[in-house]
């Protein structure tokens, strides 16, 4: 049995009860008084989204491309192409036109969320919406502007120039990777540190000699070197991989292994255009002049990445979406990359970046001349040997002829 209390504990009891219970009075008062105050909207601004996309299109042409990284033409001409090969339409609220522009601003803006919502005077859920949505859109495009080459056909960039002709005449185009920035879950956020220890993820392209990627394959993480994802691409019946004919190749820098169908500069020997060039000497030997002529020639892949690049800077600064929408960003820019070369010969960052020779910023985690992560370069098995000595046979012919008709 309790102890009976004194009148004194009894009064305590009761003004705590009081307390307690005028307090909650107190707060359910506050909180329907809250409830009652009128929102305060925060997009507000006189310029609406669809306004500021109307002055994007009819004032000064520069305005635009700044923005968005292309002009009116190729951006109209995205619009219809859209309209006809995918599913996507006028929404309740907003224009296809002002959907695929706020989309463009984001990639090549490298803007988040939030400046979105002030730039567009939209919901972050809207923006986050319409982004995702054109996101698939345009991505769902890269099987039609993204195609093999021409494997029949001698490039022009090759044929008419004497550097390269006869030598490369077999030549389809270049091979390499890149890493581009990315946001990686804890938990398996190792797998995508690069050489430099910054997260990113690896892309594995092949272009044409007009600046044109023919494949590219995305999310790779960025511990992977070049040589692991080309070997998968290979092997995988079903990567859509386009392998080269007989007597075909393509270019590969010395981190590759020299195979049929990938020709690989010569091994300790001066490679890179800015290694030759800082030379007092200029270029000795048959060897390196073959490696100068070879880098020259594949360096159309590094200036494809370095457009690619300049033009969508989120590759460099990639905000934080998921690891599916990241592989479909990078996707995007490559697919509009070839839809601008392809409707917009005159682009500045083409024209800036599109003359031989014109060297971009390097890579810093990129893998050229750089061992695999097991130690050797692809193809280096013993059942590959005859292989790997007619592909050696076949680069010391090409060394020779060029080196004997340079003197």
Same mark, same amino acid.
């Given at each position: 049995?309790?102890?009976?209390?004194?009148?004194?504990?009894?009064?305590? !009891?009761?003004?705590?009860?009081?307390?307690?219970?005028?307090?909650?009075?107190?707060?359910?008062?506050? %909180?329907?008084?809250?409830?009652?105050?009128?929102?305060?909207?925060?997009?507000?601004?006189?310029?609406?989204?669809?306004?500021?996309?109307?002055?994007?299109?009819? %004032?000064?042409?520069?305005?635009?491309?700044?923005?968005?990284?292309?002009?009116?033409?190729?951006?109209?001409?995205?619009? %219809?192409?859209?309209?006809?090969?995918?599913?996507?339409?006028?929404?309740?609220?907003?224009?296809?036109?002002?959907?695929?522009?706020?989309?463009?601003?984001?990639?090549?803006? #490298?803007?988040?969320?939030?400046?979105?919502?002030?730039?567009?005077?939209?919901?972050?859920? !809207?923006? =986050?919406?319409?982004? !995702?949505?054109?996101?698939?859109?345009?991505? =769902?495009?890269?099987?039609?502007?993204?195609?093999?080459?021409?494997?029949?056909?001698?490039?022009?960039?090759?044929?008419?120039?004497?550097?390269?002709?006869?030598?490369?005449?077999?030549?389809?185009?270049?091979?390499?990777?890149?890493?581009?920035?990315?946001?990686?879950?804890?938990?398996?956020?190792?797998?995508?540190?690069?050489?430099?220890?910054?997260?990113?993820?690896?892309?594995?392209?092949?272009?044409?000699?007009?600046?044109?990627?023919?494949?590219?394959? !995305?999310?790779?993480?960025?511990?992977?070197?070049?040589?692991?994802?080309?070997?998968?691409?290979?092997?995988? &019946?079903?990567?859509?991989?386009?392998?080269?004919?007989?007597?075909?190749?393509?270019?590969?820098?010395?981190?590759? =292994?020299? #195979?049929?169908?990938?020709?690989?500069?010569?091994?300790?020997? &001066?490679?890179?255009?800015?290694?030759?060039?800082?030379?007092?000497?200029?270029?000795?030997?048959?060897?390196?002049?073959?490696?100068?002529?070879?880098?020259?020639?594949?360096?159309?892949?590094?200036?494809?990445?370095?457009?690619?690049?300049?033009?969508?800077?989120?590759?460099?600064?990639?905000?934080?979406?998921?690891?599916?929408?990241?592989?479909?960003?990078?996707?995007?820019?490559?697919?509009?990359?070839?839809?601008?070369?392809?409707?917009?010969?005159?682009?500045?960052?083409?024209?800036?970046?599109?003359?031989?020779?014109?060297?971009? &910023?390097?890579? =810093?985690?990129?893998?050229?001349?750089?061992?695999?992560?097991?130690?050797?370069?692809?193809?280096?098995?013993?059942?590959?040997?005859?292989?790997?000595?007619?592909?050696?046979?076949?680069?010391?012919?090409?060394?020779?002829?060029?080196?004997?008709?340079?003197?």
């Amino acid at each position: 049995m309790c102890a009976s209390r004194t009148p004194a504990e009894w009064d305590e !009891t009761f003004e705590m009860f009081v307390d307690m219970t005028l307090g909650y009075m107190a707060l359910n008062m506050g %909180q329907r008084y809250l409830n009652r105050i009128e929102r305060l909207p925060m997009h507000t601004s006189i310029r609406t989204g669809h306004e500021y996309m109307l002055e994007l299109l009819n %004032q000064h042409p520069d305005r635009m491309f700044n923005k968005i990284r292309m002009y009116r033409p190729c951006f109209e001409m995205l619009i %219809q192409v859209l309209r006809q090969q995918t599913a996507l339409q006028n929404s309740r609220y907003l224009t296809l036109e002002e959907q695929v522009m706020i989309f463009v601003y984001v990639i090549s803006q #490298k803007a988040t969320n939030r400046m979105a919502m002030e730039d567009w005077q939209h919901s972050g859920s !809207t923006i =986050s919406v319409v982004f !995702t949505r054109i996101c698939k859109a345009i991505a =769902s495009l890269s099987q039609t502007f993204i195609t093999a080459p021409n494997f029949a056909a001698i490039p022009d960039e090759i044929r008419w120039n004497p550097k390269y002709y006869p030598y490369f005449q077999n030549c389809v185009g270049a091979i390499d990777g890149t890493h581009i920035a990315a946001h990686a879950p804890a938990d398996v956020a190792n797998n995508f540190r690069g050489r430099k220890s910054t997260v990113t993820s690896n892309m594995l392209a092949i272009c044409s000699f007009d600046m044109l990627f023919t494949y590219v394959v !995305t999310g790779w993480e960025g511990a992977v070197h070049d040589s692991r994802v080309l070997t998968t691409q290979l092997e995988d &019946p079903t990567s859509g991989f386009p392998h080269p004919p007989p007597g075909k190749y393509y270019l590969v820098d010395s981190g590759y =292994s020299n #195979k049929p169908g990938f020709l690989a500069p010569f091994r300790n020997v &001066p490679y890179h255009l800015r290694d030759a060039r800082r030379r007092a000497g200029g270029i000795n030997g048959p060897t390196e002049l073959f490696n100068y002529r070879h880098a020259s020639l594949r360096n159309c892949i590094e200036r494809c990445f370095g457009v690619l690049k300049a033009r969508f800077p989120i590759l460099r600064y990639m905000t934080n979406f998921s690891l599916i929408r990241q592989r479909e960003i990078a996707m995007c820019c490559c697919v509009l990359h070839n839809f601008i070369r392809l409707h917009n010969r005159g682009d500045p960052l083409f024209d800036r970046y599109g003359v031989d020779g014109v060297m971009p &910023p390097p890579d =810093s985690d990129s893998d050229d001349d750089a061992p695999s992560s097991s130690g050797t370069t692809r193809g280096e098995g013993a059942n590959s040997r005859n292989d790997n000595n007619f592909a050696n046979d076949m680069r010391d012919r090409i060394m020779f002829e060029m080196y004997l008709n340079n003197n």
